[in-house]
C-alpha cells in the first residue's frame, strides 16, 4: 500500500547526468522512468519537477559576467528541455506524460494551468511541471515547493546526488553523518544546503513535508513512497 495519494518528485537535472559530462544519461533516465512507472502502478498521483543543472546553472552564467535573470531564464529553459526528455522517455515506457511550462513557449509546450495539472493528476497522468517557477533568482526546489504546495501533494520527494541530510555536506566532510528525520527549522538554523532556504521555507510555511533520497538508489523511490525508511524526512 502506498503512503500516499499524490506525490511532487523532484528530479535533480545534475544527477541524470549520469557519468556523462553533460546532457541526459540514457540509463540514468531510462532507470528512473521504470521506478516513476512502479510508483504509478500502486496508484500514486505523480507530479514531477526537474533541474537543468545538466544542461545550464543561472548561477555559473552570472558568474561569468552574465547578467544573472538572462542566465536564469536560460536555466529555466534548460528545465524545458529536460522536460521534454523525461516525457518522452515515459511516453515509451507507457505512461501518459504531459508536460506543462511555466513560461509561454505554446508551440513547445503547454502553459502551465493548476485546474487542467489537477485533471492530468485525477486522470492518471504524470504531469511534469517546466521552466521552474518562471521566475529568475529562484530555483526547481522552489519550484517544486511552490507545485507541490498548489496541487496538494502530501510530500515532495527530492532525488538528488545524496542519499538524504547530513550534518554537514558529505561530499566535503567525510565524517558528516546522516538525519533519519530533522525539522525544517534545524534544517534551515544549520545553514544545511541541500535544499535552498527559500524552498525550505516555503514547504515549513506550507506544512508540507520534504523527503530527500538517493537518486542512484534502485528502488529508492518506491521505498519512499510505501513510507519505508529511506533517505531524510524533513518535517514541520
Ligand atoms: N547538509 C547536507 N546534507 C546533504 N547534502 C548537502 C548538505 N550540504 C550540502 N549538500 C549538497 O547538496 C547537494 C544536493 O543539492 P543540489 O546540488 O541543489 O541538488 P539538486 O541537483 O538535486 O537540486 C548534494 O550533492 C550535496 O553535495
Ligand atoms: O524557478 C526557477 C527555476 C530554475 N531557474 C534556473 O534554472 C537553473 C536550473 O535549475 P536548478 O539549478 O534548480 O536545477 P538542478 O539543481 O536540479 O540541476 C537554475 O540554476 C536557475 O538558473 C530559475 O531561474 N528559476
Known amino acids: 500500500m502506498p503512503a500516499y495519494k499524490r506525490i511532487l518528485l523532484k528530479l535533480s537535472g545534475e544527477a541524470l547526468m549520469g557519468d556523462d559530462a553533460f546532457g541526459i544519461n540514457r540509463a540514468t533516465i531510462v532507470r528512473m522512468v521504470e521506478e516513476i ?5 500502486l496508484g500514486v498521483q505523480v507530479a514531477i519537477v526537474i533541474g537543468g543543472g545538466n544542461i545550464f546553472r543561472g548561477v555559473a552564467g552570472g558568474s561569468v559576467g552574465m547578467d544573472r535573470a538572462t542566465a536564469d531564464y536560460m536555466g529555466m529553459l534548460a528545465t524545458v528541455m529536460n522536460s521534454l526528455a523525461l516525457a518522452d522517455t515515459m511516453e515509451k515506457a507507457g505512461l501518459v506524460a504531459r508536460v506543462m511550462s511555466a513560461i509561454a513557449i ?6 502551465y ?4 495539472a489537477l485533471q492530468y493528476l485525477e486522470e492518471g497522468k504524470v504531469v511534469v511541471f517546466a521552466a521552474g517557477t518562471g521566475n529568475p533568482f529562484f530555483t526547481t526546489d522552489t519550484a517544486a515547493a511552490l ?3 498548489e496541487i496538494g501533494a502530501e510530500i515532495v520527494l527530492k532525488a538528488t546526488k545524496v542519499d538524504g541530510v547530513y550534518t554537514a555536506d558529505p561530499n566535503k566532510d567525510p ?3 546522516r538525519y533519519s ?10 545553514n544545511l544546503q541541500v535544499m535552498d532556504a527559500t524552498a525550505f521555507a516555503l514547504c515549513r510555511d506550507q506544512k508540507l513535508p520534504v523527503k530527500v533520497f538517493s537518486i542512484f538508489k534502485p528502488g529508492a523511490l518506491r521505498k519512499v ?3 519505508g525508511d529511506e533517505g531524510t524526512l524533513v518535517h514541520v
Open 37 to 41: 512507472a512502479e510508483v504509478t502502478r
Open 106 to 111: 505554446e508551440q513547445v509546450v503547454e502553459p
Open 113 to 116: 494551468v493548476r485546474p487542467k
Open 147 to 149: 507545485r507541490g504546495a
Open 175 to 177: 565524517k558528516a553523518t
Open 181 to 190: 528525520t530533522i525539522s525544517f527549522d534545524e534544517a534551515m538554523g544549520k
Open 225 to 227: 513512497v510505501q513510507g
